[in-house]
């Protein structure tokens, strides 16, 4: 079992910056592949980006170049960088563990991007 507890998200103005980070319990963390995935209100979820548990990533192409994921082992923590954020970036923000079909999520965490 694993908990998974995101934080950082917030209201920005389009074209700064955020971080959230996602918590994890367990000493399993490292082994995992970790994810952050969003839905926006009307849409289906959507992956955002995933690290594997060996550090390589992977991005949706509407955030390539701007978001950057990364993983702290010893802090069992899994960020999402996101940098020059647009309206369309609006969503809540959820942290996967383990995959979409049999892994962990978060509760999320709402990232507002409006002027």
């Known amino acids: 079992q694993v908990q998974l507890v995101e934080s950082g998200g917030d209201l920005v103005q389009p074209g700064e910056s955020l971080r959230l980070s996602c918590a994890a319990s367990g000493s399993r963390f490292m082994f995992y592949n970790m994810g952050w995935y969003r839905r926006a209100p009307g849409k289906q979820r959507e992956l955002v980006a995933g690290?594997?548990?060996?550090?390589?990533?992977n991005y949706a192409d509407s955030v390539k170049g701007r978001f950057t994921i990364s993983r702290d082992n010893a802090k069992n923590t899994v960020y999402l960088q996101m940098s020059s954020l647009k309206p369309e970036d609006t969503a809540v923000y959820y942290c996967?563990?383990?995959?979409?079909?049999?892994?962990?999520w978060g509760q999320g965490t709402q990232v507002t991007v409006s002027a």
């Open positions: 996967n563990a383990g995959g979409v079909t049999f892994g962990y």
């Open positions: 690290i594997t548990s060996g550090g390589i990533t």
